[in-house]
């Protein structure tokens, strides 16, 4: 063991433990009105136009901008660029659909998607669709973040801490973040941390590019050494034109409909937040994953050689051309990245799972004290499930995440959105439309199967639109609830 060893470790754990600090000196200073499930989940929906980019930008860059994306970009070239050019579907979605839900949800005090459903089509049954799809896929996703965080503070340690042990580290401050801070909390917390992921992987980038002789020098020796980096379908044939086509829908409709994404509409205090959280995220996305990442990545590929896990692209970067003292300080970024996005994704499946699983018909004649006390035992239940299922991770965290997670998410997508513009859209179409395209998904993909060359995701994405509009046109019809309650 080593001094700078025990030196890294210090600088990661007491980055963790300064934002405890952080959100105690918020909680102090709080008012001591009694405590509810709008001010612990909701933020009591007033985070403003400075914070709420902020946390948009912290909530959607995981441990995936300093590992999972540099990984890619090592492994599939420029390909994974798909990422950026889909974002702005993100933003769109962000600026029209979160502002309308927004209206809504203010009006009617929704605080997840399951709720709006159930309102909407008066059905049971979507409200805990929607909430099984939301926290399945959300736990598998929360799951490789803890897997994530662990790996960086692995590496940057030089083996000191135990992967297991790192899980524990990671869980025990999530848990503390949560379960104090609540919204607010986390949304305070993610201002930092996204100033500070934002500054890492830059750093990062620049580390990189040095050893290599700067971007020019970069590009031009992957393409003496590596072309097929800078060309799509990529060295391993990935992104073929169906693949590369799929993402276009995956990705913007997966991340937004990630609870921690989709929820930071409803914590918005104006439309003036709104639009600046939209404006945010190509402006992130760009900076990180057009840029920093894809040097660091390609970099990776001229100075490391063959990987066993190409995650670990930027740690070992980071260890093998910057001093101990800079690794530890661009990890530390990296566990920032991780545990913002941790923390957004603990709270909101504790959010569906306690709200509108545990105590449905409860909630309104629980006492705030008893809601809360339930709600924090959730937060444990949750964190140490999610812990669990990292300790055998798989060794490429992305794709379980845009296989897993995004595919599953998007299937709320078409129900949701044709809910929200079309008046006649009915409870047995998006039911049917939903069920289908997640049953297809899935068993697709246990039985790998891509019929006509096709991937899953693509059959039942577009069969649950077709479903819900063919359904709705057979029995759609015009509701006075729906068109005063909904359409003002």
């Given at each position: ?6 030196f890294?470790?210090?600088?990661i ?8 600090l ?16 709008e ?11 400075v ?12 441990t995936?901008a300093?590992l ?17 050019l ?8 962000v600026?029209?659909?979160g ?6 949800a203010?009006?009617?005090?929704y605080i997840s998607?399951?709720e709006?459903?159930?309102d ?10 929607a909430?099984?799809?939301s926290?399945?896929m959300?736990?598998?996703?929360l799951?490789?973040?803890?897997v ?8 940057v ?6 992967y ?17 801070g ?10 930092v941390?996204?100033?500070?992921l934002?500054?890492?992987i830059?750093?990062a ?9 700067g971007?020019?020098?970069?590009f ?9 980096l ?12 169906k ?6 829908i ?7 409909f ?5 929820a930071?509409s409803?914590?918005a205090k104006?439309k003036?937040a ?6 945010s ?8 994953y057009a ?5 660091v990545?390609l ?5 490391l050689?063959t990987?066993?896990?190409a995650?670990?692209?930027?740690p ?18 990296a ?8 923390n ?5 499946v504790?959010?569906?799972v306690s ?8 909630k309104?004649t629980?006492?705030?004290a008893?809601n ?9 239940v ?5 812990a ?8 490429t965290?992305?794709?379980v ?6 595919t599953?998410?998007?299937?709320l997508a078409?129900g949701?959105i044709?809910s ?9 179409g998006?039911?049917a439309?939903?069920?289908f ?8 993909r246990?039985l ?16 649950n639109?077709i ?15 729906v ?6």
């Amino acid at each position: 063991m080593s001094s700078i060893q025990v030196f890294s470790f210090i600088i990661i754990v007491g980055y963790l433990a300064s934002l405890i600090l952080i959100i105690y000196n918020k909680k102090r200073k709080e008012s001591k009105e009694k405590e509810s499930a709008e001010s612990f989940f909701m933020a009591s929906r007033g985070v403003n136009a400075v914070l709420l980019p902020l946390t948009m930008i912290a909530a959607m860059q995981s441990t995936f901008a300093f590992l999972g994306a540099p990984g890619m970009y090592y492994t599939h070239g420029i390909s994974y660029m798909v990422l950026i050019l889909s974002q702005v579907w993100v933003a769109l979605m962000v600026l029209y659909f979160g502002n309308r839900i927004r209206i809504l949800a203010n009006r009617y005090n929704y605080i997840s998607i399951g709720e709006y459903m159930e309102d909407r089509f008066q059905s049971r049954y979507l409200n805990i669709l929607a909430s099984v799809i939301s926290v399945t896929m959300t736990m598998v996703f929360l799951s490789m973040q803890y897997v994530g965080n662990a790996r960086a503070m692995q590496v940057v340690t030089g083996g000191l801490v135990p992967y297991n042990v790192a899980i524990l580290i990671g869980v025990i401050f999530s848990l503390i973040y949560v379960s104090v801070g609540g919204a607010s909390g986390v949304v305070l917390i993610d201002a930092v941390q996204a100033v500070v992921l934002m500054i890492g992987i830059v750093i990062a980038a620049v580390i990189a590019l040095v050893p290599v002789g700067g971007i020019q020098s970069l590009f031009q020796k992957t393409l003496e050494t590596a072309p097929e980096l800078l060309s799509r379908p990529g060295p391993k044939g990935l992104y073929a034109n169906k693949y590369w086509i799929m993402q276009f829908i995956v990705l913007p409709f997966g991340i937004w409909f990630c609870p921690h994404i989709w929820a930071r509409s409803l914590m918005a205090k104006d439309k003036k937040a709104i639009a600046m959280s939209a404006i945010s995220i190509p402006v992130s996305q760009v900076l990180i994953y057009a840029f920093s990442t894809l040097f660091v990545g390609l970099a990776g590929h001229q100075l490391l050689g063959t990987l066993d896990a190409a995650d670990n692209v930027l740690p070992l970067m980071m260890k093998n051309y910057s001093n101990w003292l800079v690794a530890a300080i661009i990890m530390a970024a990296a566990t920032a990245a991780g545990m913002s996005t941790i923390n957004s994704m603990l709270l909101e499946v504790t959010k569906i799972v306690s709200q509108d699983l545990v105590l449905y018909k409860k909630k309104d004649t629980v006492s705030d004290a008893e809601n809360m006390r339930v709600t924090r035992i959730i937060i444990v239940v949750i964190a140490v499930i999610s812990a669990a299922i990292a300790l055998k991770p798989p060794a490429t965290l992305v794709q379980v995440v845009q296989d897993v997670a995004y595919t599953g998410l998007a299937q709320l997508a078409p129900g949701f959105i044709l809910s929200l513009y079309w008046k006649k859209v009915s409870r047995q179409g998006v039911a049917a439309g939903m069920t289908f395209g997640i049953v297809t998904l899935f068993a697709l993909r246990i039985l790998q199967l891509t019929p006509m060359g096709y991937p899953g995701f693509m059959w039942a994405f577009f069969g649950n639109i077709i479903i819900t509009v063919g359904l709705s046109l057979m029995n759609g019809e015009k509701d006075p609830r729906v068109e005063e309650r909904f359409f003002f």
